[in-house]
């Protein structure tokens, strides 16, 4: 079946520090690729998108690429900041042929990041 | 703007009680999905609805059903509750599956089962 499969967390940076979180997938057909984030308390908000392998990512200094012959979407962040400490989820869904997508997204398990000052 | 309204945000009930868990869509969004959120886990699909049918069904209980309404609202009845079924269930809403498949999440309901 689908799946994505983050790296194992969580994860504790200082203020300014460099971020990755992997994120890898298996899906039986051409998916779109996205991050949401989780702030404490809140809903899950998108991050960042991409629909087509190389496509790039990007939002609030966060990026991520669609590798295909990989099978990644790793999130980056050149300097991460106090605010982003949240929980971070990879998540796909799957396209129908003809481009609608089936709308479901399937997540992986959430990283926890936590930003000391 | 408009987001994804959820109600109640928090929901205490005894096992074997039932619970409902209502959501209002963005505007003109028509199509609904349902998540659980266990603690520490990834949420899981439950169930979608476009245009009011049935359009997905994932990991949701027989004790459970859900439906939508012809204002769009949703909402996911769950009854004989266990213990396990303490979860933040999110619902979310988009405008027909597109190929970007976003999805905008409401902030959740917290149900805890005593």
């Known amino acids: 079946g689908d799946s994505v499969t983050q790296m194992e967390g969580p994860v504790t940076l200082s203020e300014e520090a460099f971020l990755t979180i992997n994120c890898t997938y298996t899906?039986?057909?051409?998916?779109?690729l996205f991050w949401y984030v989780q702030y404490p308390g809140e809903g899950l908000q998108l991050l960042l998108k991409?629909?087509?392998?190389?496509d790039k990512g990007s939002n609030k200094g966060f990026e991520a690429t669609y590798r295909k012959e990989t099978t990644s979407f790793h999130l980056e962040k050149g300097s991460v900041q106090v605010s982003d400490s949240a929980v971070y989820f990879c998540?796909?869904?799957?396209?129908?042929?003809?481009?609608?997508?089936?709308?479901?997204?399937?997540f992986g398990q959430g990283t926890i990041l936590t930003v000391h000052p | 703007a408009a987001g994804v309204i959820q109600s109640p945000r928090h929901l205490i009930k005894e096992k074997r009680e039932t619970a409902t868990l209502k959501c209002y869509p963005i505007?003109?969004?028509?199509?609904v999905y349902w998540y659980q959120q266990g603690p520490g886990q990834d949420p899981q699909f439950l169930i979608s609805?476009?245009?009011?049918?049935?359009?997905d069904k994932g990991s949701i209980p027989d004790r459970f059903s859900a439906q939508q309404f012809s204002d769009y609202h949703s909402e996911l009845n769950m009854s004989s509750l266990e213990l396990g079924d303490s979860a933040l269930y999110f619902c979310?809403?988009?405008?027909?599956?597109?190929?970007?498949?976003?999805?905008?999440f409401g902030e959740g309901s917290r149900l805890t089962v005593l």
């Open positions: 979310a809403s988009s405008l027909i599956p597109r190929v970007s498949g976003e999805l905008f």
């Open positions: 991409a629909t087509k392998a190389d």
């Open positions: 505007p003109r969004h028509d199509t």
């Open positions: 899906a039986t057909g051409y998916p779109s």
């Open positions: 998540a796909l869904s799957l396209v129908k042929t003809g481009g609608t997508s089936y709308g479901k997204l399937t």
């Open positions: 609805f476009y245009e009011k049918m049935q359009s």
